[in-house]
């Protein structure tokens, strides 16, 4: 209990808030890098699920990326480390192999598991792949992209704090040099701040694919109502 007391009294100190390395500078290191692994995962794993929900090939590749969960990122990072070096080039590698898993596993969840009577209406009006792709999956997959979304980000704020460790980056600094100092209340105060963060992220992220499955529940009954018509 002291201890936690003594983490909000380090919170509490404005110096530590200010300067090049206080804890908005270091947030705003944390959020951005959180944001570019989410990113290059996003470029990667979308469209590769995207295809292989579409088109039913290379389902292993989701089997593969989904037993990668069960790889220690501590461990791909000091691997990395020692191929990369020092920087930021081994917490990235590190962390896309944490972030990838998911967004692929939720689209081609999202891709699949869109109705075949659905899919087979919309390509017996005519429509093309591609259409039927952008009209008629992709709509369907957005409240499961949105989840995958969720999950990947989660994990990457949580695990960004690894950044510290081979490279004087992000909010993982505080627990790095509060651990090599003792200084117990800068620890709890910089883990304080990295759950602060990702509580309200998840906050957010929730709204957002709360809202994305009601337009998908919607979408989906207009859109089979007007294949019917159609047909």
């Not at 530590?16 to 804890?23: K, L, N, P, Q, Y």
Request: no cysteine; aromatic share 6%.
């Amino acid at each position: 209990m002291n201890i936690l007391l003594d983490a909000l009294n380090w919170l509490a100190v404005p110096a530590h808030w200010m300067g090049e390395s206080g804890i908005l500078v270091r947030a705003t290191e944390h959020l951005g890098l959180t944001l570019l692994i989410v990113a290059l995962a996003a470029l990667i794993a979308l469209p590769l699920g995207t295809w292989i929900g579409h088109t039913g090939r290379g389902r292993w590749l989701v089997s593969a990326t989904g037993a990668a969960r069960a790889v220690p990122t501590l461990g791909v990072l000091t691997l990395a480390g020692l191929w990369l070096g020092i920087g930021l080039a081994a917490p990235t590698l590190a962390l896309l192999v944490l972030a990838i898993p998911p967004l692929l596993s939720a689209t081609y969840s999202g891709i699949a598991s869109t109705p075949s009577a659905t899919v087979d209406a919309a390509r017996a009006i005519g429509l093309t792949e591609k259409q039927v792709l952008a009209q008629v999956e992709a709509p369907h997959a957005a409240g499961l992209v949105a989840a995958g979304v969720r999950s990947a980000t989660l994990q990457v704020i949580a695990t960004t704090t690894l950044a510290a460790y081979t490279a004087n980056y992000g909010l993982g600094r505080f627990l790095y040099e509060g651990l090599k100092t003792r200084d117990y209340a800068e620890m709890i105060g910089g883990a304080i701040i990295v759950v602060a963060l990702a509580l309200a992220t998840d906050a957010l992220l929730a709204l957002v694919a709360r809202r994305l499955r009601a337009r998908t529940h919607s979408f989906s009954d207009n859109e089979d109502n007007s294949l019917k018509e159609s047909l």
